[in-house]
């Protein structure tokens, strides 16, 4: 099994509306194979001395997929693409980290 965290900034006052589309596209993803996990999150503020500051136009996307090869196909599906297409103008930067259980 293999961990994906996606962090993902959106244009200033954007959230809301990639938000829409995102879960909009959440039961396709989970209807893939392979996919085990997959969903939105956004910051909560908790005044934890460990936490930093809440980032308002940050929604991390927390994945768990059975494979590698899982993942490549999810990345390639028609839908994630025709997703990709329709946030453009929403998204400024996304950031993939792939993990391993250690």
């Known amino acids: 099994m293999i961990h994906v965290l996606a962090t993902i900034e959106v244009v200033d006052g954007k ?5 829409k589309h995102f879960n909009e596209l959440v039961p396709q993803v989970l209807a893939e194979e392979g996919c085990i996990a997959y969903g939105p999150a ?3 503020q908790t005044n934890l001395p460990v936490q930093p500051p809440v980032r308002p136009n940050i929604v991390t996307v927390i994945e768990q997929w059975d494979d590698l090869s899982a993942l490549e196909a999810h990345l390639m599906a028609p839908h994630m693409v025709a997703f990709r297409d329709v946030v453009k103008d929403l998204v400024i930067e996304t950031i993939v980290g792939v993990l391993e259980p250690a």
């Open 15 to 19: 959230r809301d509306e990639f938000l």
């Open 42 to 44: 956004v910051d909560l």
